[in-house]
């Protein structure tokens, strides 16, 4: 599934940036110019926009499959009240 693919694509390189990051820190410290718009954020982001698009997915799969939120068989709702009036 594509959106797999591309979360894994944007966790390898958020690993790697974070990673590369790290490096400078550890070899540079404060004499290393660091970025304002690091590509960390730009691949969290990504990361995050396809776990909600799986998370989605999912929720989808289960309304289509007739289960709850927690993937379990639905129950069907008694909408009989005739006990209810005794």
């Known amino acids: 599934m594509a959106a797999l693919r591309e ?3 944007n966790l390898i390189s958020l690993i790697k940036a974070a990673k590369e990051t790290q490096s400078r820190i550890a070899t540079e410290g404060l004499k290393h110019n660091y970025s304002s718009n ?3 954020y730009n691949y969290a982001v990504g990361v995050w926009k396809q776990s909600l ?6 929720k989808l799969e289960y309304d ?4 709850d939120a927690w993937g379990m ?4 709702k008694n909408t009989n009240k005739e006990n209810d009036d005794d």
Request: with cysteine.
């Open 64 to 67: 289509v499959t007739g289960r």
């Open 53 to 58: 698009r799986l998370a989605e997915l999912k």
């Open 73 to 76: 068989p639905k129950r069907e």
């Open 38 to 40: 690091h590509d960390c």
């Open 7 to 9: 979360m894994e694509v």
